[in-house]
């Protein structure tokens, strides 16, 4: 089992930042490859960002890419995502997940965060 919390979302204006951090928990979290999704009102839970067990390859949604950075620190059982220049089509709850695979679909993911709310305002 794999627990995950996210933290760091919140309003902020368009063209701003914001850091979102998932802490980890339970089983080792260095083997898992970690991902970052989004769910819009009446959207479907979408890929932004994933990256894999020790950090060295990352993969972007084209919605996103030059603008959000995934990263994490194996040693501190957490992973980031840092978003610059926000647009206010980027406002949804963003989700970390944990996965046995380096994978950008959802349904290959074994472990879920509650989510946390970004709203970008314009």
């Known amino acids: 089992q794999v627990q995950l919390v996210e933290s760091g979302g919140g309003l902020v204006q368009a063209g701003g930042s914001l850091r979102l951090s998932c802490a980890a928990s339970?089983?080792?979290?260095?083997?898992?490859?970690m991902g970052w999704f989004r769910q819009a009102p009446g959207a479907e839970r979408e890929f932004v960002a994933r990256?894999?067990?020790?950090?060295?390859?990352?993969y972007y949604a084209d919605s996103v890419k030059g603008r959000f950075t995934i990263s994490r620190d194996n040693a501190k059982n957490t992973v980031s995502l840092q978003m610059i220049s926000l647009k206010p089509e980027d406002t949804a709850v963003y989700y970390c997940?944990?996965?046995?695979?380096?994978?950008?679909?959802?349904?290959?993911?074994?472990?879920w965060g509650q989510g946390t709310q970004v709203t970008v305002s314009s």
């Open positions: 997940a944990a996965s046995r695979w380096v994978t950008i679909h959802s349904s290959e993911y074994d472990y």
């Open positions: 990256i894999n067990w020790s950090g060295g390859s990352t």
């Open positions: 339970g089983r080792i979290f260095s083997s898992y490859g």
